[in-house]
């Protein structure tokens, strides 16, 4: 029996090495929608124990989708650990053969709860189902659920349509929902936790009110869950005994956050109640209509940027705090930082800097190797939008030539995405061959002392 730890510190804890057959299964092991730096960083710090495990005998599967395996890689040194290239399997469920999908469309049509009558009706329509493009087998499982197709029409068009555009099928179910549905499904959403939401409910005060602006009660929040559970969301009880609730599908999770968008009256109220790493790794503040990087999960619109300013740069401040906890404040800063130069608007950047005045001068004080400080990327993300001071972008030309001297640094020359990313969007055409003149020099002296 599969042993499904949620972390990788659970899986070490679990680990038995006089059990020489232990097999550990762990889903969306980098992030269940987008890739979260403290879980691949925790997995780099446990993996020596992880090949212990497996050297013993142990047998662990990680999944992941692939967008995030590909940004948790760099991370986890695989040359380190060989094992991590030899075992990698793919599986795109696009290549699965005909018969395949129909296979997995009639198991879970079988373990569903449709009547008899509406299966028979789909039936005439079942392949031209298992041929949609694309196929999803999280889709075959909530055809075989009443709680996904009411009002479904049983045609043709509508049941491939539902196999193949679930996104704005699944606004249309969420809407159908009550509003103690809805107060339970956005209290897991505002969850910060890897684990989820735990169960049975503990209320702050913050969750009262994402359930109060909902228009429901605590009381039938909680009985919501229990009915929602094993359709639209699973319960789980962790290595600490403490049972959690979580969307049952990342599907699911990002179904609502599309349908969240639309509900001005309740999205202001998640957001407040969203902790600090969800509000960083499942939202952004780009403009209407640019395309979302996947695993973003909610557009956070214009007339809140200022209150999400005023959220984020109290965080950012604690960390010039000299008695914060070092590790976990830079992972903070990290999240922050890339917020700023890969989510942010020009709009949520002035938002940001009326909030921040000082901005700019954490900014400039950035290290080497400077391709892995995203410092100098946020700065020529506001020169780019027009908001950097001339005197601010001389400063860090200045501290960029400082460097060159002082720290040799590879990134200068050979690193392509921060030469496009920072250095050619901040120096001037004669500045970059400056600079990299600079940085020749001074690797030539080094040798020659050498």
């Not at 009381?219 to 979580?246: K, N």
Request: glycine letters at 4%.
């Amino acid at each position: 029996m599969a042993i499904k730890p949620r972390t990788s510190d659970e899986l070490v804890q679990r680990w038995n090495p006089h059990e020489k057959d232990q097999f550990f299964w762990l889903d969306d092991a980098f992030g269940t929608v987008r890739h979260e730096r403290l879980l691949t960083h925790a997995w780099a710090r446990d993996l020596p124990h992880v090949m212990s495990a497996v050297k013993n005998g142990a047998r662990v599967v990680l999944t992941s989708r692939n967008y995030i395996y590909n940004e948790a890689r760099p991370l986890l040194k695989p040359y380190a650990y060989p094992l991590l290239n030899e075992q990698q399997v793919t599986v795109d469920v696009a290549d699965l053969a005909r018969a395949e999908r129909q296979q997995i469309l009639y198991n879970h049509l079988a373990a569903g709860d449709q009547s008899a009558g509406v299966l028979s009706q789909m039936k005439p329509h079942l392949e031209a189902a298992a041929d949609a493009e694309p196929f999803r087998p999280e889709a075959a499982r909530r055809l075989g659920l009443r709680a996904f197709t009411t009002g479904l029409s049983l045609t043709r068009g509508s049941i491939t349509s539902f196999m193949a555009r679930p996104r704005q099928l699944l606004i249309d179910v969420y809407d159908q929902l009550d509003v103690d549905a809805h107060a339970a499904l956005a209290l897991v959403y505002a969850t910060g936790q890897d684990k989820g939401l735990p169960s049975p409910l503990a209320l702050d005060q913050v969750q009262r009110d994402i359930i109060e602006r909902a228009g429901a009660a605590p009381g039938t929040t909680s009985r919501a869950m229990a009915t929602l559970t094993g359709t639209f969301l699973t319960e789980a009880t962790a290595l600490d005994g403490q049972a959690y609730w979580s969307f049952h599908h990342p599907t699911l999770w990002e179904g609502f956050a599309a349908w969240l968008t639309t509900q001005s009256h309740l999205l202001p109220i998640v957001l407040t109640g969203m902790t600090d790493e969800a509000l960083l790794s499942r939202t952004d503040c780009l403009p209407d209509g640019s395309e979302q990087r996947q695993g973003t999960l909610l557009r956070i619109p214009s007339p809140l940027y200022q209150a999400t300013a005023q959220r984020i740069f109290p965080l950012l401040r604690h960390r010039r705090d000299p008695h914060a906890v070092f590790w976990d404040e830079y992972e903070r800063e990290q999240s922050i930082l890339s917020y700023l130069s890969r989510n942010s608007s020009d709009g949520f950047l002035r938002a940001c800097l009326v909030e921040d005045p000082e901005l700019h001068a954490l900014l400039v004080d950035f290290e080497v190797p400077v391709k892995d400080d995203l410092r100098p990327r946020v700065l020529a993300r506001l020169h780019r939008a027009g908001l950097l001071p001339e005197d601010i972008r001389q400063e860090a030309i200045s501290h960029m030539t400082d460097l060159a001297v002082t720290a040799p640094d590879a990134s200068w020359i050979e690193d392509d995405d921060w030469q496009k990313e920072a250095r050619h969007v901040l120096l001037t055409d004669e500045e970059p061959r400056a600079c990299s003149n600079t940085y020749a020099v001074s690797s030539f002296g080094a040798s020659n002392g050498a």
